[in-house]
């Protein structure tokens, strides 16, 4: 008979919020280390990569070193193989009872095998129960100055409204994201300090490390080697998987491309920038940039660029990712999106 008490055998968690997420998977670990009164054995894998049967021997096989595993497997969008998604609804029909499992995902239920996930809509429950499944939602805006602001105020430091829009563009949207580099100004500055735009501007310049933002600099500035060093910074790091970078580079250019129109329908610059929320000097000054560099077919032609090689990168293995994103790269900064990667809409 099952403890009505216990968590569950295994959690679908979803949605971009990674803060919140990352949190939830503490709280896991935290009853699992008071139930059992010691940590738990942690394993992570990334569908895709790790075959499922290699994730169901962990779980079945005793630890030696602790009482429970806790198996986190991460892109559970990826288990789409027959072989793969049959055999973890098999494990789930009688999961081991000193093992925790959680799938994460950025997507959302549909991106799920049903199998899987099941259908809301429908309701017909998959190997994991709608009670298991976990939404994780982005911040809107208006939570996300909040979120930055209470932030610092817990730590006796001040923001100004400019310096937390500046922030929020530089940082990727989740709360995670938000709190390490929130946490890092809150240590160089110290309590007492007021943060404006020009001194966290200063801090963000010359203590950055390179992801999807500064890599959009480069590649509005058209030019391919400064472009491909900031890539291969970023995949020396794997910090970002190519559909993170994918999406991140097309949030941006779809907003360049919105600047561009709104240049030709006669708006200011100033106006433009305010309507689509560019608030930074600095993203004001790429944004510019990239408008200069790139026609307006262009940007056409690599939003459809972008939205192909998103759809290429989760159908393809992950060993051809780095390829591709070189490929990405170059078609972007030399050709401008054209290319015999075009194929007919």
Not at 114 to 122: E, F, L, P
Not at 275 to 289: D, G, H, V, W
Request: hydrophobic content about 40%; some cysteine; charged content about 30%.
């Amino acid at each position: 008979m099952s403890d009505p008490g216990r968590e569950p055998p295994a959690y679908l968690l979803l949605g971009p919020e990674e803060g919140e997420k990352s949190a939830f998977v503490q709280k896991v670990r935290s009853a699992l280390s008071k139930r059992i009164g010691e940590e738990p054995e942690t394993h992570r894998f990334y569908a895709g990569e790790t075959p499922a049967v290699d994730v169901i021997r962990c779980l079945r096989n005793l630890s030696l070193f602790s009482r429970h595993r806790l198996v986190i497997v991460s892109n559970a969008e990826e288990l789409k193989r027959a072989e793969e998604v049959n055999a973890l609804v098999e494990y789930l029909a009688a999961p081991a009872e000193d093992a925790t499992l959680l799938l994460l995902s950025t997507g959302f239920s549909g991106d799920i095998d049903r199998k899987i996930a099941g259908d809301q809509r429908r309701k017909t429950p998959g190997a994991v129960p709608f009670d298991a499944q976990k939404i994780f939602w982005e911040l809107f805006d208006n939570q996300k100055q909040g979120w930055v602001t209470a932030f610092f105020r817990q730590r006796k430091i001040g923001i100004d409204p400019d310096a937390v829009e500046y922030l929020l563009d530089m940082v990727e949207n989740n709360t995670r994201d938000m709190r390490v580099e929130c946490d890092r100004l809150a240590l160089f500055f110290g309590p007492g300090s007021t943060l404006t735009l020009d001194n966290v501007e200063h801090y963000v310049y010359h203590s950055k490390e390179e992801n999807v933002f500064t890599l959009f600099d480069r590649i509005c500035e058209r030019e391919l080697p400064a472009a491909e060093e900031t890539l291969d910074r970023i995949l020396l790091a794997r910090e970002a998987e190519a559909t993170q970078l994918a999406a991140g580079l097309l949030m941006q250019f779809r907003r360049l491309s919105g600047y561009k129109r709104m240049l030709a329908a006669n708006y200011e610059s100033a106006e433009a920038f305010q309507k689509l929320r560019i608030f930074s000097k600095k993203n004001q000054k790429t944004y510019a940039e990239g408008s200069r560099r790139f026609t307006g077919d262009d940007l056409e032609l690599i939003v459809r660029l972008l939205v192909q090689f998103d759809e290429r990168f989760r159908s393809v293995k992950a060993d051809l990712h780095e390829l591709l994103l070189r490929l990405l790269v170059y078609y972007i900064v030399a050709k401008a999106g054209k290319g015999a990667w075009l194929q007919s809409p």
